[in-house]
């Protein structure tokens, strides 16, 4: 693990470590005052991480350890209520075991940042990546972004409370780290000073919405038929809000910070002429990438695109981007049982966000990487073969396909 020291960074400063460790050190710069945990593999590096942070004085916050992931959500969302900047999370199972206060806590409008180190849900049990455990909040009201890298999991974190706690938004923020993948795999990391990050990130301020006893309101009222409706509404708008806020957040964060990708919701590989673009989300950018590199030096116009806002979902980004394809290869590490084509939870949303379009691109659905299982650049090589010959005929066999599934 990285050496601090007190006060974290006065300089920047370039680090090996791990995604989890990343998230830690963003804890600390953004100066977090509320940290729950409770283990469970592989989210609880991170915690592992913040306790040594305190336990060596370079970062002081209230540290609770909860008695199950359900409390740890339940203390995070009260402690957003009164003021204060917080920070939790989990994997698989236990993010279920939290579900109730999860919930509560996007219709409350706290603006909890959360990570969630993805793994397959039981049973039976595995400790490997599968997308399936954050998908469950995607329609909740909660931001949901996939990382990459280390570098981007460390960032994520700054940008992630300053869009949720930005007044027009106050909405709660899940950071999706693939397990073992990230949360465990050190890389080399710029880690900002603690004055670029003071000067880009303010205090958490919930102004009229703070629960205090000079401001006696009401928290988590029974609204029933009377007033359900308006407050869905007012989530849905402030969900509509969130893109306008990303954007100008995403743009100070660059002027700041003088790193970046164009857009903070999509990354696009060697797509600009391509024919067929893969799409995928989380570290599977890396041996698609690789494989798009090879397939591009035999001339085969291939390109990747990454999808990093799951919600807010970035339907005009993805439409511009995608328009000009003749053919879509989606990389679900996910899945929907008895959905439309038996496919994937990202091939639904990218089929339905390619609907409106006169010309729509030939869509194909490849479900890969379940439970850890390692995606290779022969995989990849393969889905677009599918993908290619279903272009070449007019023809789709078969709309959805299980990789490297054993018979």
């Not at 949360?183 to 958490?204: E, G, N």
């Amino acid at each position: 693990m990285a050496t601090v020291t007190t006060k974290l960074y006065q300089e920047p400063k370039e680090e090996l470590i791990s995604g989890s460790e990343a998230i830690g050190i963003a804890c600390a710069l953004a100066d977090v005052d509320v940290i729950t945990a409770y283990p469970i593999r592989p989210y609880d590096t991170v915690m592992q991480y913040v306790s040594r942070l305190k336990a060596d004085g370079a970062f002081d916050f209230d540290y609770i350890i909860a008695e199950s992931e359900h409390s740890q959500f339940e203390i995070v969302k009260h402690a957003s209520s009164v003021g204060a900047r917080t920070f939790t999370g989990s994997s698989g199972v236990g993010w279920f075991y939290a579900f109730e206060a999860i919930t509560v806590t996007a219709g409350l409008r706290m603006p909890v940042v959360a990570m969630v180190g993805n793994r397959a849900l039981d049973d039976p049990g595995a400790f490997g990546v599968e997308h399936n455990d954050a998908m469950a909040v995607r329609d909740l009201g909660w931001h949901l972004y996939w990382v990459a890298t280390a570098q981007e999991a460390l960032d994520m974190a700054l940008i992630a409370y300053k869009v949720a706690e930005d007044p027009r938004v106050l909405l709660p923020f899940a950071l999706s780290c693939d397990g073992s993948f990230l949360t465990h795999s050190q890389a080399i990391v710029q880690v900002p000073s603690q004055d670029q990050v003071d000067k880009f990130l303010p205090a958490y301020n919930r102004g009229s919405l703070q629960l205090h006893p000079d401001n006696p309101i009401t928290v988590a009222p029974q609204a029933n038929e009377d007033w359900l409706m308006e407050i869905r509404k007012q989530t849905d708008e402030a969900m509509r809000r969130t893109p306008a806020v990303i954007k100008e957040v995403y743009a100070e964060f660059k002027e700041v910070f003088g790193r970046g990708d164009d857009s903070p919701f999509i990354e696009q590989y060697m797509c600009e002429d391509a024919d067929v673009i893969l799409v995928g989300m989380g570290t599977l950018a890396m041996p698609t990438r690789v494989a798009v590199r090879r397939m591009r030096e035999t001339g085969k116009k291939v390109g990747f695109l990454r999808v990093k806002f799951f919600r807010p979902f970035p339907t005009e980004e993805l439409q511009e981007a995608l328009k000009g394809a003749k053919g879509i290869a989606v990389i679900d590490r996910d899945y929907s049982y008895g959905s439309p084509g038996y496919g994937g939870v990202l091939f639904h949303e990218l089929r339905s966000t390619m609907y409106p379009l006169d010309e729509r691109p030939v869509m194909l659905n490849f479900i890969a990487g379940l439970g850890g299982r390692e995606v290779m650049v022969s995989d990849v090589e393969e889905m677009v073969e599918t993908t290619q010959k279903a272009i070449d005929t007019g023809k789709i066999d078969q709309e959805t396909t299980w990789v490297a599934v054993r018979e």
